[in-house]
């Protein structure tokens, strides 16, 4: 069956190649979502965010698509680079202010 | 522009003490934000505070507490440490509404 929307804690992907990170959120009511870069012995760092009304947005190699249905969010990293190696954790709110972060995922760049 | 400022960088406190952590937030930013982490439960949320004002909690016990000054500087307090308060305590600044918060780079609290 598919995998689509599977949580993996990590991956390993080749210098080169595009990364996608997956991540299931929990909250129907939440309507704004981040992805967050944690590299060690740092604090998480902003790579890109997306409202519940769009469900695609890009940035500069990164694109972030929402599917609201199946309250899934994705990350897509083209051409990974070893400094792209680092933790990734998705972060979801809604009208508590509230960011709700899920478990993360190492990302591991082989060279 | 600087960014989220948080002191200190590390600390080690003995169990029953208390501790005061300190987060400047990038300038102009109203909302600041703390969160815990730790490896077993991850990034958990602490509290919010706007304009000097609690907006929301996290479930914590209440020897957790805070508070944000004019200038939109906050502050977190941990009383009667414990060693499970072992943890990365970050703060995020945003302006305040649904917009891009930013972390400062923590401050590792060990209690032994």
């Known amino acids: 069956g598919e995998n689509v929307g599977l949580h993996l804690p990590t991956l390993s992907v080749q210098e080169g190649d595009n990364s996608i990170i997956n991540c299931a959120y929990s909250n129907s009511a939440s309507d704004y979502f981040i992805w967050y870069k944690q590299e060690s012995g740092k604090g998480p760092q902003f790579i890109i965010d997306?409202?519940?009304?769009?469900d695609k947005r890009q940035g500069q190699r990164v694109t972030v698509l929402l599917n609201k249905t199946v309250k899934h969010l994705s990350l897509q990293i083209a051409a990974t680079q070893p400094g792209d190696s680092a933790v990734y954790f998705c972060?979801?709110?809604?009208?508590?202010?509230?960011?709700?972060f899920g478990a993360g995922t190492t990302v591991t760049v082989r060279a | 522009k600087a960014g989220v400022t948080q002191t200190p960088r590390y600390l080690i406190k003995t169990r029953g003490q208390q501790v005061t952590l300190s987060c400047s937030p990038i300038?102009?930013?109203?909302?600041v934000s703390w969160y815990q982490q730790t490896p077993g439960q991850g990034l958990q949320f602490l509290f919010e505070y706007f304009s000097e004002t609690q907006r929301n909690k996290g479930n914590f016990p209440g020897r957790f507490s805070g508070r944000q000054f004019s200038n939109s500087r906050s502050e977190m307090n941990v009383s009667t440490l414990e060693l499970g308060d072992s943890a990365l305590y970050l703060c995020?600044?945003?302006?305040?509404?649904?917009?891009?918060?930013?972390f400062g780079q923590g401050t590792r609290l060990t209690v032994v």
């Open positions: 997306i409202r519940s009304n769009m």
């Open positions: 972060a979801e709110m809604g009208n508590d202010y509230k960011l709700s």
């Open positions: 300038s102009g930013h109203r909302s």
């Open positions: 995020a600044s945003s302006l305040g509404g649904k917009g891009e918060a930013f």
